[in-house]
């Protein structure tokens, strides 16, 4: 059974940072398409980033980009955010998607995608 798993959020000062990370489990080993989404609370759901693990072509949503980095950890089935420059606007629930047959990696999947998702991680970031 495939799983996603997100840790890493908390509470922190603006300016501060958090690494968020994303935990796959149940599948062997295949390139994959890990996308990293956020809702702010009372607002819609955004995509952040995005990566496919067989090519360096991280993406990022211009809202985070300079501050955001995602990348494969050396635990293969794990990827990382780390987010510096952390602005209260930062304030959400994160949530990781694992596309296993990714068509592509875009921010935004093609519909009708079959991802599997986290239950999500808060972060929370205080003025």
Not at 95 to 114: H, M, Q, S
Request: aromatic letters at 10%.
């Amino acid at each position: 059974q495939v799983q996603v798993a997100e840790s890493g959020g908390g509470s922190v000062q603006a300016g501060g940072s958090l690494r968020l990370s994303c935990t796959s489990s149940g599948f062997v080993y295949r390139a994959y398409c890990m996308r990293v989404f956020r809702q702010p609370p009372g607002k819609e759901r955004e995509a952040v980033a995005s990566i496919y693990t067989l090519a360096a072509s991280p993406r990022y949503a211009d809202s985070v980009k300079g501050r955001f980095t995602i990348a494969q950890d050396t635990d293969k089935y794990s990827v990382s955010l780390q987010m510096n420059s952390l602005r209260p606007e930062d304030t959400a629930m994160y949530y990781c998607a694992l596309d296993l047959f990714p068509a592509n990696c875009a921010l935004a999947p093609i519909e009708g995608t079959k991802d599997y998702w986290g239950k999500g991680t808060l972060v929370t970031i205080c003025s």
